[in-house]
């Protein structure tokens, strides 16, 4: 089967490259063999092809030595069967993310009113310039003044342009990230294949049909299978069926294996059946790939009727990625399932509380942007009432109809002013600084071995305040080798000679070792000369083999006379058995087991032990306790893993034994010996959990080891101190001290233990999970925990999900634990988590820069705006300039504040939480005081700077007047200020030396030189578009002067203590306990989140706040609409009209579905959707009268 797959249907595609002639069978035999499950699937295999071994021959491959790997073979194999892939959903393209940047609401808006003033400045009414205009007419007509008009539409046009064209190639930008990001995860995942009788490791894209792939516990599946050969198999078939048990394999009843499972225990080898599109991943795929481009046509098509309610599901269907997610609808979980479900890293994970940085943000810019609105609304209000009763009241002129449009003109000019209040007052760009900032980090993180799979996760690190980690291979280096051992009555302190032991025991140690530990697991001579020897597989068993070598014994030979099919029966090690078992059968019927396993547990089922001689004598439970204080826990207190290796014999004429009643089969074991296995602390640990502490973050080790080995272990990182206050527990004292008579976990118990608990031993993966969730639960102390957890088994999957981060290990970790991480260790060491932790920070603290910087801009802004309008009748700064000054604090400060890198010195504070507000008192002052230098400066300038520079006043200039220096110089020096304030920005803690460091951020310095830069050429060459006029150079130095004065205005408020400001409110706070209490959760919704929560009541502010501006507008119209009534031209008059019942203009009704109401706004809300349903937002009087008293 050929690539092309993705534009037939699957059934053309098979036709095409079917090679009869090749193989004994066709990709359709296949993919209806894949079909059938359990029996129906034995019987289909033994009908058509004998057996297993009958499908390999036609498949012409071997069982035992795989394929050839021969090139020309595998592209046969590739034509007829297909490839190993599945296309991923097409990316959006530029165009769509431009088209989707439009739809800003605020953009919307401004377009609408720049086309109206653009459409008006055009027409010339017949008799406009009658002096009965009043001094609407006058001025207007300056020589080739009148035709300047159109330059102010024109220009905040292209400002929309550049906005747009900013956000979607930010946008674009992502997605590639996003998407190089997917696939360099994909490059990564291997698999392991034999091929020519060698076992090698290839990407999971190589896999071809006829492959022999081993499989073992922790694999996700890369393609179908049919099992040859298994151990104690089962599979979590749950991302397919969605059924939780655990599916046991085997030959005689089910053997089928499918793509995208996981194996949760045992191992096996299976032959490659279906790979990509045929396998029943690649199916499923494929349908919801054609249903979704079904669907999408039925969109289109209802699109162009315009309900709204399809129109919805157009919008949900892309599944667009807002930064501040909506509660998603089902279309876009759904769609959302089709890009995962590539058998790549498909993440089902339950819906986690959204991070903590954006649960805050949300809240924030919702009050920001409630405020903005009153201003703006209140703004326009106020500019239209005081035309109309100056012009008609005061000056008493009569309105005529030929003066109409020129009215007209002014209320445009006012509304364009009430919308660039508004732009300038919401921070839209807190989303662009929140992407800019993490996609930065996340790039940066790469370099220090973080591999980040989800963006938030990145920023809720730097808020952690607990770890809990594994102790092997994270803490330890897992590179594990016998330094101990108690053999025949003796303990050795090194591993002994060959010589000093029995020759009986020294063959059932080396048979049981070779035999009872994953074939896959080797030791390989080392890549350079004078390295290391390799260790593949398991790395508890490799320091076995390693023994094994040590007593210069070899185990391959012995491998190879017992290859893994004549293994009898298998008891593969899992969590909650503890050991691993292979059972043989003997020529004479007889059988025999080997066993391993932790030694306390394999122990307590010994009944003898091999004495000096090698004989067996009987082991009683007091033999055992003394071995245990005399060799187990002496080991153990050097930090030593201790193992046991035991074997029991089944004499013949008992029959066989029931395999399945595993209690018995594993007792009356006789003791071969007992290992102590040491696994160095990496040196670079205990200065990394130093670094942690003094961080503020609690260090717990989570370890499935005995007690008094993570004890000493513990001691060597540093996580136990001398003298410190702590508890070591065992799973199971941890278990009885939380759970009361009838098992359950109850919270307040949990919460007497945790805070002092720093090591847990001898864990359950249940255990892990329990003591995370409690943690996170908790409300005991003042702050709540956030927890980040690191795992690299199969059985750590639950608790990484749960948890705030889950680190998994790059190299030791299996699929599952990587899927249901966010962050992947790409070299497997714990200073990589300090290193998240100080970029996690960094992230919170550029956010808090960027608010810092842009709360002061905004204020001054909209205060500047909002008055000059009431005072002057025309906003100081134009709605141009604005868009600019917006530009400037927007793209190009989160851009230099979001991209500053991290210092030690953010290791030296303690976490901020879950609710610590994200504007501390400290920013507050700093955003008060620099608002009022700035608006002390500007409103002087406004009102005196005539006289201080001695030129012409600016204010109440006639409608179409050239721009004057005196708005200039305004507009010049706010600009400066912002400027020189960008750099204030970079402190949020009140540091007075603003300039440190500032050398190693080039991006910073470069927006801040590219600004100023920009400004001279918009101040003296920006003319009419941008409202300004050439300055002198004496002005320019008082501007930058006073622009300067930022930065010792800074000092001298950095100067004031906080403390003494008692009136300073924080803002940006995260969920409050109480509010977690007030929102009981509903039933059946797992986890609501409560950021999730303030979003749709922010929505609902929205719409609240459009209906508003709607409503404006239709006030504007009526009252337009009376005065049209003479006029003969009609055209132009319904263009007005139609300005909002344009069906493009639907943002009411088309939000409306996606917003459910909440309690508080229910009754609003039933007053909403009757607006949307007259189309084009004209809501009725009820709807108004909610909104008027509910924002």
């Not at 100080?838 to 909002?866: H, P």
């Amino acid at each position: 089967m050929a690539n092309n797959t993705t534009d037939h249907p699957p059934g053309n595609s098979v036709a095409e490259g079917n090679h009869e002639g090749d193989f004994g069978c066709t990709v359709m035999d296949l993919r209806d063999l894949m079909e059938l499950r359990s029996a129906e699937a034995v019987t289909k295999i033994g009908d058509s092809y004998g057996d297993v071994q009958g499908l390999c021959r036609r498949l012409k491959t071997s069982p035992i030595e795989g394929l050839s790997g021969n090139p020309v073979d595998l592209e046969k194999r590739h034509t007829s069967f297909g490839r190993n892939f599945i296309p991923p959903k097409k990316a959006k393209t530029f165009l769509q993310l431009v088209w989707e940047a439009l739809q800003d609401v605020t953009l919307i808006i401004l377009e609408i009113a720049a086309i109206i003033s653009l459409g008006l400045s055009f027409y010339h009414p017949p008799g406009g310039d009658s002096e009965l205009c009043g001094q609407a007419a006058a001025g207007a007509e300056d020589e080739g003044e009148a035709q300047a008009g159109w330059i102010e539409g024109a220009a905040i046009l292209f400002s929309v342009i550049i906005v747009v064209l900013v956000t979607a190639f930010n946008d674009w930008s992502k997605e590639k990230q996003f998407r190089g990001l997917q696939s360099r995860i994909e490059q990564e995942q291997k698999f392991t294949v034999i091929r020519k009788g060698q076992v090698i490791q290839i990407p999971v894209a190589e896999i071809v049909v006829g492959d022999i792939a081993q499989i073992k516990y922790g694999d996700l599946l890369p393609a179908d299978g049919i099992l040859i050969q298994g151990n104690d198999l089962k599979i979590d078939e749950s991302s397919l069926t969605g059924e939780s048990d655990q599916v046991r394999k085997s030959l005689d009843k089910d053997p089928m294996l499918l793509s995208g499972t996981h194996v949760m225990e045992g191992s096996g080898r299976m032959l490659v059946s279906a790979v990509g599109l045929n396998s029943q991943t690649g199916i499923i795929f494929t349908l919801l790939g054609a249903g979704e481009s079904d669907e999408e046509k039925k969109v289109k098509k209802s699109k162009k009727q315009g309900t709204p309610e399809n129109r919805n599901k157009a919008k949900t269907q892309d599944g667009i990625a807002l930064e501040i997610q909506p509660l998603k609808s089902e279309e876009a979980a759904e769609s959302e399932e089709k890009e995962e479900v590539k058998q790549v890293k498909k993440v089902r994970v339950t819906k986690k509380e959204k991070s903590v940085l954006q649960g805050k943000l949300t809240r924030l810019a919702v009050q920001i942007g409630k405020a903005g609105l009153i201003m703006s609304a209140v703004t326009v209000i106020i500019l239209i009432l005081y035309f109309v009763v100056d012009t008609f009241g005061v000056q008493g002129r009569p309105w005529l109809k030929e003066c109409t449009p020129i009215y007209i003109q002014y209320f445009v000019k006012f509304f364009i002013i009430g919308v660039t209040v508004l732009v300038v007052a919401v921070p839209e760009g807190l989303p662009l600084a929140v992407t800019i900032s993490l996609a930065y980090s996340v790039k940066k993180m790469m370099k220090d071995n973080n591999l980040v799979r989800h963006l938030d996760a990145c920023e809720t690190m730097g808020n952690a305040t607990a770890i809990c980690s594994d102790k092997t291979g994270t803490l330890t280096m897992n590179r594990m080798t016998v330094v101990q051992a108690y053999i025949g009555d003796t303990h050795y302190k090194n591993v002994p000679e060959p010589d000093a032991i029995p020759p009986s025991i020294l063959e059932l140690l080396v048979n049981s070792i070779s035999i009872n530990s994953a074939y896959t697991t080797k030791i390989l001579s080392p890549e350079k000369e004078g390295g290391l020897p390799r260790h593949v597989g398991n790395k508890t068993e490799c320091s076995l083999l390693g023994l094994v070598l040590a007593l210069k014994r070899d185990y391959q030979p012995i491998r190879e006379e017992i290859p893994e099919e004549k293994l009898y029966k298998v008891y593969t090690f899992n969590s909650s058995r503890k050991s691993m078992s292979t059972v043989l059968k003997n020529a004479d019927g007889s059988f025999r087991m080997y066993s391993k396993g932790a030694s306390e547990i394999v122990l307590r089922k010994c009944s003898r032990v091999l004495d000096t001689q090698g004989e067996a004598r009987i082991f009683k439970p007091k033999d055992r306790d003394e071995m245990v204080s005399k060799v187990i826990e002496p080991m153990a207190c050097d930090g030593l893993r201790t193992i046991c290796v035991a074997y029991r014999d089944f004499p013949a004429e008992g029959g066989e034994p029931n395999w399945d009643a595993e209690n018995d089969i594993l007792n009356n074991l006789t003791c071969i010996c007992v290992v102590g296995i040491e696994d160095p602390v990496r040196p670079e640990v205990p200065a990394a959990i130093t670094k942690c502490q003094r961080a503020g973050i609690t260090v717990r080790m989570v370890t499935g080891d005995n007690i008094n080995t993570a004890r000493a272990i513990a001691t060597k990182c540093g996580i136990l101190l001398p003298g410190e206050d702590f508890l070591c527990l065992e799973g199971k004292e941890f278990n009885q001290q939380i759970r009361n008579d009838q098992g359950e976990v109850e919270q307040e118990r949990l919460d007497k233990v945790w805070p002092k608990l720093r090591v847990l031993a001898r864990s359950s993966p249940t255990d892990k999970h329990t003591l995370v969730k409690g943690i996170i639960d908790s409300t005991v102390l003042e702050t709540r925990q956030v927890v980040a957890v690191t795992g690299d088994g199969t059985n750590d999957g639950p608790a990484l999900k749960k948890a705030d981060v889950g680190f998994a290990m790059g190299i030791a970790g299996t699929d599952v634990a990587k899927e249901a991480s966010d962050i992947i260790l790409t070299d497997d060491n714990f200073t990589s988590i300090v290193k998240a932790v100080m970029w996690g920070r960094n992230v919170y603290d550029s956010i808090s820069k960027f608010l810092q910087f842009q709360l002061t801009v905004n204020v001054v802004a909209v205060i500047v705006a909002f008055t000059g309008a009431c005072i002057t009748q025309d906003s100081p700064l134009k709605a141009v300039q604005m868009l600019w000054v917006n530009l400037i604090m927007d793209t190009l400060a989160s851009l230099a504040l979001a991209t500053e890198p991290p210092t030690e010195s953010l290791l030296l504070r303690r976490p901020y939480g879950r609710n610590k507000p994200l504007i501390s008192r400290t920013m507050m002052k700093n955003i008060l005081g620099h608002a009022i230098y700035q608006l002390t400066i500007i409103f002087t300038l406004l009102f005196a700077g005539e006289k201080i520079f001695d030129i012409d006043s600016g204010r109440n200039t006639p409608l179409h007047a050239p721009p004057s220096e005196h708005y200039t110089i305004v507009f010049n020096v706010f600009v400066m200020m912002q400027l020189f304030n960008e750099i204030n920005a970079r402190k949020i803690h009140g540091e007075r030396n603003v300039f440190e460091g500032i050398y190693r951020n080039p991006i910073f310095c470069s927006v801040v030189l590219g600004t100023f830069v920009l400004q001279i050429i918009i101040v003296q060459f920006g003319g009419k578009p941008f409202s300004c006029t050439s300055l002198t150079i004496d002005q320019w130095l008082w501007c930058v002067f006073i622009g300067v004065g930022e930065l010792l205005w800074g000092q001298l408020i950095s100067a004031i203590p906080t403390h003494h400001l008692k009136f300073l409110k924080e803002a940006g706070h995260g969920t409050t306990k109480e509010e977690i209490k007030e929102e009981e959760m509903t039933e059946g919704a797992d986890e609501i989140d409560h950021a999730e929560m303030e979003l749709r009541r922010g929505q609902i502010l929205w719409f609240r706040g459009l209906n508003r501006i709607q409503t404006q507008i239709k006030v504007v119209n009526a009252f337009r609409s009376s005065l049209y009534e003479g006029i003969e031209n009609p055209e132009s008059r319904s263009s007005i009209h139609n300005f909002m019942a344009h069906p493009e203009f639907v943002p009411l009704s088309e939000e409306e579905a996606r917003a459910p109401p909440i309690e508080e706004v229910s009754a609003e809300m039933e007053a909403i959707p009757s607006s949307s349903s007259s189309g084009g937002g004209q809501a009725p009087d009820t709807s108004l009268r909610n909104h008027k008293t509910s924002v």
